[in-house]
T-cell receptor, first 112, second 115 residues
């Protein structure tokens, strides 16, 4: 079945790198996403990777995709207090009406 | 600027009431979704629609129904609200046509409390 799993909490010091990991089960994924949710707000797309790519870099963000292990990670370099939020891993499927399946979200705490 | 608007940020309803949550998008997207978000469970799909008057059950449709009479509007209906439906409800829309990235755009959420 379709499932996306990620750890629930991560705590880092300001200035350090954060790495948030995610595993998914459906091999028909086309796009994989990282969404960010700040307190009291909806989700906003942070970055994405197409399923035929291994890596994508976007300023402080690096996304790594290991398709063989169905593992996705998000690295945030030089983490700032403003990065404190919930980060959701998600995949878009080719089947099932183009559903997007979300993980439970990882709450990132950044300590000053 | 793309926009998904949910009619209420906060709602308090009584057990047994019929509740309507409204969502409107201005991007001419074919696909619209309703999720509920609960701590530790993330987003769970309730219903989605890929066209006007079309609907599909998601993972947790029990106790809910939906209506899509117009392309821009997708309504979630709680037929008889219960306390276990207290949650944050998120509406989203996306397109899968042309070269556009199929990004889901979200509303700001409706926090529903059933007492």
């Amino acid at each position: 079945g379709e499932d996306v799993e990620q750890s629930l909490f991560l705590s880092v010091r300001e200035g350090d790198s954060s790495v948030i990991n995610c595993t998914y089960t459906d091999s028909s994924s086309t796009y994989l996403y990282w969404y960010k949710q700040e307190p009291g707000a909806g989700l906003q797309l942070l970055t994405y990777i197409f399923s035929n790519m291994d890596m994508k870099q976007d300023q402080r963000l690096t996304v790594l995709l290991n398709k063989k292990d169905k593992h996705l990670s998000l690295r945030i370099a030089d983490t700032q207090t403003g990065d404190s939020a919930i980060y959701f891993c998600a995949e878009s499927l080719r089947t099932g009406g183009f559903k997007t399946i979300f993980g439970a979200g990882t709450r990132l705490f950044v300590k000053a | 600027d793309v926009k998904v608007t949910q009619s209420s940020r906060y709602l308090v309803k009584r057990t047994g009431e019929k509740v309507f949550l409204e969502c409107v998008q201005d991007m001419d997207h074919e696909n619209m979704f309703w999720y509920r978000q609960d701590p530790g469970l993330g987003l769970r799909l309730i219903y989605f629609s890929y066209d006007v008057k079309m609907k599909e059950k998601g993972d947790i449709p029990e106790g809910y129904s939906v209506s899509r009479e117009k392309k821009e509007r997708f309504s979630l209906i709680l037929e008889s609200a219960s306390t276990n439906q207290t949650s944050m409800y998120l509406c989203a829309s996306k397109t899968w046509t042309g070269p556009n990235l199929p990004e889901a755009f979200f509303g700001q959420g409706t926090r529903l409390t059933v007492v």
